[in-house]
């Protein structure tokens, strides 16, 4: 069956799958065959056949890269390159976008999150389209539900997840200081790469692959001095520093005393809550990263992914981003080397306040989770409240990345705000302080 994908959870249109074969001659001469190798044999390559790398300029939003595409014959949309996604996902449309896919079978995804397995459909035989880049026969998830809603938590349109075809297909290089992806033909780019191996400057990471997703040792230094190995996903798609499951590796890991009860994040399947702490270092292929902030989730959270090939955590982008990295997934390997992030300091949210633009790409924002006990909490801001002003300035003066930088501040300061409850308008003044110090 064929189905035009629009804006709605209801599957509108529905006709018979027809098959057209599009046969196509191309006069190609000697000089073009010296970039093409295998590129034939692959299902995404570049469609330039003197070309071997192409480069994408890329959002950077709350430290997840953003990167344009389209799915057969839709308007242009938006994706989040992620490590994590071991197959391209539609999660939302606006109400102006809408596209066809050839409909196959429903399924139920499961991923992060204490809520029910999410409705979906995959479809195979899909076209997606990069800058000078095609890939032909590409499955394609669509989620049927509106509960997955990145787009509010970034502040504009995001429509989906783009993943492991991209990595299998090409020599992957982030830059994320440029804001520069780089898709590297891997027969054009093989020598460049063994050459970059070869340097001082780069580090190479081992890596294991299972269900289309990537997994490095590193080592966790704790505040008792205990130094543990774990098994952790490489998730570019996720924007936290470092996830760690309980109930792994015998029970033995141990949450920092010094820590905050928190609202963690948004998984496929619902909100995630746990407790984060501060611990001394995590260890990546012998480079040391001092004072790392750490979540551990609750397992009722998490339960669908612990134990999966191993998994005892996962790395996220506030790691991935303090390193230029060059991923290769046929030398089952990175290559990291520190950027000018790499010295930032690890910071939280401090302010315990949550928001969401329930309009997109517009300077409107509602506070969705006030953590309890936190700053926030204490002041008197409370859940829907409706930011209007912002340490005196109108609040849609402000980005979202902004504001989220601003409350996620570990100096001791105030910050003022106006809010909107109800009819009501009202002051506060909300006292950040860093809870999150290493005890010894």
Known sequence: MKLLIVNTDVLIVIKRSLLFLFMMLMLINCSRVVLEGDRENRNIRITDPYKGTVTIRFQFINNLVVIPARVNNSPELKFILD?????????????DQS???????????????????????????????????????????????????ISGFMGTQVNGLLGYDIFDNFIVEIDYVRERLYLHDPDYYKDEYEKRKAEDSWTYVPLTIADNKLYATAEILESDSTVKKLKLL??????????????????????PDNNIYSYLGTGLNGEIFGRIGRIPQIRIAGIEIDNPIVSYPDLEDIDKAVFLHGREGSIGSDILKRFDIIYNYADNGMLIRRNNYFRNKFRYNASGIELI???????????????????????GLMKDDILIEVESQKAFTYSLNELINLFQSTEE????????????????????????????
């Open 357 to 379: 633009t329930p309009v997109l790409d517009f300077p409107y924002y509602v506070i969705s989770e006030i953590r309890e006990n936190s700053p926030a909490d204490k002041a």
């Open 83 to 95: 490590t994590g996604a071991g197959r391209t996902i539609i999660t939302e449309l606006g109400a």
């Open 99 to 149: 596209f066809e896919i050839e409909y196959e079978e429903n399924i139920l995804l499961n991923g992060l999150g204490k809520g029910e397995p999410l409705s979906a459909l995959i479809s195979r035989g899909n076209r997606v389209f990069l800058k000078d880049i095609e890939g032909k026969e590409q499955s394609v998830v669509f989620i049927l539900e509106g509960r997955f809603n």
């Open 413 to 440: 300061k105030n910050i003022s705000l106006l809010i909107q409850r109800e009819n009501d308008y009202l002051r506060f003044n909300i006292k950040l302080e860093n809870e999150l110090e290493i005890v010894n």
């Open 234 to 255: 490489i998730d570019s798609g996720a924007s936290h520093t470092i996830f760690i499951y309980p109930g792994n590796d015998g029970d033995d890991i141990s949450v």
